[in-house]
């Protein structure tokens, strides 16, 4: 960075709080659209799975593959076919949640006990009714861990895809720029906000799963009275 210059300055910060915010909420709908996405094409693999067992290894087969690519060689590659916009930076973002989800959300279902789903089909709980009623809501708290994983890790991807261009937009464009221009007051201001949009995810995904789970909360109470 340029010598003499401060790590933050923050008479350019207040001066460009307009532009900081409106790149905070590019990030956050970026990666808030990718997870939503991410999650719906998640949730019916992982129905699938629970129908054809035989067909879980070669789903998490493929989206293990997939994970494993480099994130600028993703990026990268899929410029070259849609170009630099959001349709490109959301198929790389749904692609890495992908792996995350489906077996968070497998394990979630195969973690409901046995005799639960019994004791539903004896109430006459038909196979969508229980899956409401009784599968799902006991499944949350890994689905919940598969989310706040997969938002973390959107969140700090949506970083790496605005240095193949300022189009796909977020707080890695003031990262990027900021590197560019060696002005660290940009750097640090991306790399802090997507650290703290990272643990506000977070957070937002733990109350979720409280409020979804009260029988979870009351347990736990009981236990430490």
Request: hydrophobic letters at 55%.
């Given at each position: 960075m340029r010598d003499g210059q401060p790590l933050v300055d923050l008479a350019w910060v207040v001066a460009h709080l307009d532009e900081i915010a409106r790149r905070t909420l590019e990030h956050l709908w970026i990666a808030a659209l990718a997870v939503g996405v991410g999650f719906g094409v998640a949730f019916g693999l992982a129905l699938l799975v629970l129908r054809v067992r035989r067909a879980y290894g070669p789903i998490v087969g493929l989206t293990g593959v997939l994970y494993t690519i480099p994130s600028i060689a993703l990026f990268a590659a899929l410029v070259g076919v849609t170009g630099i916009s959001l349709l490109t930076a959301e198929i790389a973002l749904v692609i890495y949640t992908l792996q995350i989800l489906v077996r968070s959300i497998v394990a979630g279902f195969d973690a409901v006990p046995a005799d639960v789903l019994e004791a539903a089909d004896g109430l006459?709980?038909?196979?969508?009714?229980?899956?409401?009623?009784?599968?799902?809501?006991?499944?949350?708290?890994?689905?919940?861990?598969?989310?706040?994983?997969?938002?973390?890790?959107?969140?700090?991807?949506?970083?790496?895809?605005?240095?193949?261009?300022?189009?796909?937009?977020?707080?890695?464009?003031?990262?990027?720029?900021?590197?560019?221009?060696?002005?660290?007051?940009?750097?640090?201001?991306?790399?802090?906000?997507?650290?703290?949009?990272?643990?506000?995810?977070?957070?937002?995904?733990?109350?979720?799963?409280?409020?979804?789970?009260?029988?979870?909360?009351?347990?736990?109470?009981?236990?430490?009275?």
């Open positions: 006459g709980y038909g196979r969508l009714e229980r899956l409401r009623r009784v599968e799902l809501p006991l499944a949350v708290p890994l689905i919940v861990a598969g989310l706040r994983l997969a938002s973390v890790s959107t969140i700090g991807l949506v970083t790496i895809a605005a240095q193949l261009g300022e189009a796909f937009g977020g707080l890695g464009v003031l990262i990027t720029q900021g590197l560019q221009t060696f002005f660290a007051t940009k750097v640090y201001t991306g790399a802090i906000l997507s650290v703290a949009l990272a643990i506000g995810a977070d957070v937002v995904f733990v109350l979720i799963q409280r409020r979804l789970t009260p029988w979870a909360r009351a347990g736990a109470n009981r236990l430490a009275g």
